[in-house]
T-cell receptor, first 114, second 115 residues
Framework: DTGVSQNPRHKITKRGQNVTFRCDPI?????LYWYRQTLGQGPEFLTY????????KSRLLSDRFSAERPKGSFSTLEIQRTEQGDSAMYLC????????????FGPGTRLTVT | GENVEQHPSTLSVQEGDSAVIKCTYS??????FPWYKQELGKGPQLIID?????GEKKDQRIAVTLNKTAKHFSLHITETQPEDSAVYFC??????????????FGAGTILRVKS
């Protein structure tokens, strides 16, 4: 099964450190999304790529956050100068494109900032 | 922007009974409504979805209904089984290139099926 994969699955970091997460979407899915989920809440949209173009960013995505999808395949999400409030599950989803809009999620990366 | 409210926050049913989860949305431009099941330590799993040109959709024990006029949609699970126990999320989106198709989620419903 070649579903969405995310690495690492867990990351513990100290406040002020930088972290980077990777997402590998389902093959040939040209839309890729990042969401953040805190305990007891639904996922919240962060950003969206159509191929390599980043088309939308949420106001949740402060200037400490940056996302890339350089070749339209995998994506990375970097958080600089982490804060305790960044502790959350970071979820990636991919979607086929065209008239298919279903989003398929990966297992997530659990970030804990101490 | 879109706002999605979901009720109840927790739901306990006896095995074999039906479960119903309800959501309301605020943006009349929303036209796509998926439901996700999330188990502990896993990402959300798409279980069923509906577009606004359809009033009801079924897939085995799962059905979703949509009332565009009232801006609400519901998930129905019949003949519940212990493995249905999980957190269920509804979501809403506006489809089309100009919207980005981002999902706005409800807060989730914890479903417990007692055997």
């Amino acid at each position: 099964d070649t579903g969405v994969s995310q690495n690492p699955r867990h990351k513990i970091t100290k406040r002020g450190q930088n972290v980077t997460f990777r997402c590998d979407p389902i093959s040939e899915h040209n839309r890729l999304y990042w969401y953040r989920q805190t305990l007891g809440q639904g996922p919240e949209f962060l950003t969206y790529f159509q191929n390599e173009a980043q088309l939308e960013k949420s106001r949740l995505l402060s200037d400490r956050f940056s996302a890339e999808r350089p070749k339209g395949s995998f994506s990375t999400l970097e958080i600089q100068r982490t804060e305790q409030g960044d502790s959350a599950m970071y979820l990636c989803a991919s979607s086929p494109g065209g008239t298919s809009y279903e989003q398929y999620f990966g297992p997530g990366t659990r970030l804990t900032v101490t | 922007g879109e706002n999605v409210e979901q009720h109840p926050s927790t739901l306990s049913v006896q095995e074999g009974d039906s479960a119903v989860i309800k959501c309301t949305y605020s943006d009349s431009a929303s036209n796509y409504f998926p439901w996700y099941k999330q188990e502990l330590g896993k990402g959300p799993q798409l279980i069923i979805d509906i577009r606004s040109n359809v009033g009801e959709k079924k897939d085995q024990r799962i059905a979703v209904t949509l009332n565009k006029t009232a801006k609400h949609f519901s998930l129905h699970i019949t003949e519940t089984q212990p493995e249905d126990s999980a957190v269920y999320f509804c979501a809403a989106s506006s489809l089309g290139m100009e919207y980005g198709n981002k999902l706005v989620f409800g807060a989730g419903t914890i479903l417990r099926v007692k055997s």
